[in-house]
């Protein structure tokens, strides 16, 4: 990744925190790092070094600043959009899978050896898969250590470190501050185990009314709860399940996790990201799109739409294809009735491939051939053939998805959008979409809008939203 000096020497001066996740930057003279709209005192540029990541930063010996807290940063929406290895690794480390699987499972997830996929990113990141996932770890500790009542050991191998020295040396190497002494500074420390409460930073602007709007409406009974302020859902995650509350306030979203294991707080934290679309450059995207005349007066009245993406990508190919051809409310109906029981007035999990696949007939209330296909995507996710997640190979997983049957061009493209996060995705069959196209002038025919929408690349998902609102 290629950092111009001068371009990020005046971002640090503007102190702008759009630029936090691009790059990181470091003082040679304190041998502390930063994020870019840190409030100390711009450094002199000849005592400056940036980094593309806190690993690289963290690699070449420099500790992360107590002020801004550079580790906590918004992702780069570089590797939030990106469809190569680098990006599609980032994502998968950013969900835990190195702490799971090893380098090893990370490597195989995105097909190259462990030697490649080492050497590419230490090339683009300046650090490789160990190093990047010992930042989220040290990260991931330090959140546990300041909100919750936990025992150091036990934070220590939920987080995800092999020894409990192994997590005291790390933590005093990042921050300068042995675990002991990080919790004494947060004496307030909750009592309930399991609770973690932090805030998700984000560039602004976030258009919050578009985003909770999107999911109010949608919300499943007994899964989710949403209003216009707060946005509550059930967690499947990989060691266990749990229940999260979203609150959107300035320059962050409030948020408070309930796990069943506390190891899964970093998969949590970025599905809670990616649900939200928060590692988005909104200002970039906003731009581009408002280069089009039609659409500029939309942007200028809505900034910061996001694209409303998914928890859990199987739950929502099931929703997609649920949604065919039928009305918002309906498809929330149907998919209510293939729940099972409630336990509990608790919110839970949305049923996993496994679950669906082994339905019986009855619960699935939708023509037959809707209920072959999501059998069939069932089937294909509970045996590894399928995967569903920001980390997987877009363009292979659109193929695969197009394979089963009943789905086309449609389900595939809206699972690309919100489930593998895809941000140049454009629906020109969509009845909506056509719709909202011809309240703004623009040509409606499949064809036309198809032609008309190269303008928006590689945003076009996001116009996707805008047209969306128009109708």
């Not at 898969?129 to 959140?143: D, E, F, K, S, V």
């Not at 009542?149 to 933590?171: C, H, K, M």
């Not at 970093?266 to 590692?279: G, S, T």
């Not at 995507?377 to 009943?406: C, I, Y």
Request: glycine share 8%; charged share 25%.
């Amino acid at each position: 990744m290629d950092l111009d000096f001068e371009r990020c020497y005046r971002a640090v001066g503007s102190r702008d925190p759009r630029f936090d996740g691009w790059f990181f930057t470091a003082v040679r003279t304190t041998g502390i790092y930063c994020r870019p709209s840190c409030p100390a005192l711009t450094p002199k540029s000849e005592n400056v070094t940036f980094f593309p990541s806190a690993a690289a930063a963290q690699g070449a010996g420099y500790r992360a600043c107590r002020r801004c807290r550079p580790d906590a940063a918004p992702g780069s929406p570089e590797w939030d959009v990106r469809a190569d290895v680098v990006g599609r690794a980032m994502r998968l480390i950013a969900d835990g899978v190195v702490d799971r699987e090893g380098v090893p499972g990370l490597a195989s997830r995105v097909g190259y050896t462990e030697r490649h996929l080492n050497r590419l990113l230490t090339t683009e990141l300046g650090a490789g898969p160990l190093a990047l996932a010992r930042a989220q770890r040290a990260h991931t500790a330090r959140i546990l250590v300041e909100t919750t009542a936990l025992g150091l050991a036990e934070i220590a191998f939920a987080a995800g470190f092999g020894s409990v020295r192994q997590f005291n040396d790390t933590i005093q190497e990042v921050y300068a501050r042995s675990p002991s002494e990080l919790r004494a500074r947060h004496r307030g420390a909750q009592a309930e185990v399991g609770t973690v409460t932090l805030r998700l930073a984000y560039r602004a602007p976030l258009h919050t009314e578009a985003l909770m709007g999107f999911l109010t409406v949608r919300a499943l009974p007994g899964v989710e709860l949403a209003d216009r302020s707060t946005y509550s859902r059930g967690l499947r995650l990989p060691h266990g399940t749990g229940t999260v509350s979203l609150t959107p306030q300035e320059h962050f979203v409030m948020t408070r996790l309930q796990l069943t294991d506390v190891r899964d707080l970093a998969p949590a934290v970025a599905r809670c990201r990616r649900l939200f679309d928060l590692d988005a450059d909104p200002v970039a995207i906003d731009d581009t799109l408002a280069a089009d005349p039609a659409l500029a007066t939309r942007i200028n009245d809505a900034p910061g739409v996001r694209i409303p993406r998914s928890a859990d990508g199987f739950e929502l190919a099931v929703r997609a294809i649920v949604g065919q051809q039928v009305s918002v409310a309906g498809a929330r109906t149907t998919l209510a009735r293939m729940m099972p029981p409630a336990g509990s007035d608790r919110l839970r999990a949305f049923p996993g491939a496994a679950e669906i696949s082994q339905l019986p007939d009855e619960a699935f209330r939708m023509p037959v051939a809707r209920r072959t296909s999501i059998r069939a995507l069932a089937e294909a996710v509970a045996d590894g053939k399928l995967h569903l997640d920001p980390g997987s190979d877009r363009e292979d997983t659109v193929s695969r998805l197009l394979e089963l049957p009943g789905v086309g061009a449609w389900t595939a493209g809206y699972i690309a959008m919100r489930a593998l996060g895809d941000p140049d995705v454009m629906l020109p069959t969509d009845i909506a979409a056509r719709r909202g196209a011809k309240a703004l002038g623009i040509p409606h025919t499949p064809r036309a809008l198809k032609a008309y929408a190269d303008r928006w690349r590689p945003w076009r998902s996001y116009a996707l939203m805008h047209l969306w609102r128009s109708a």
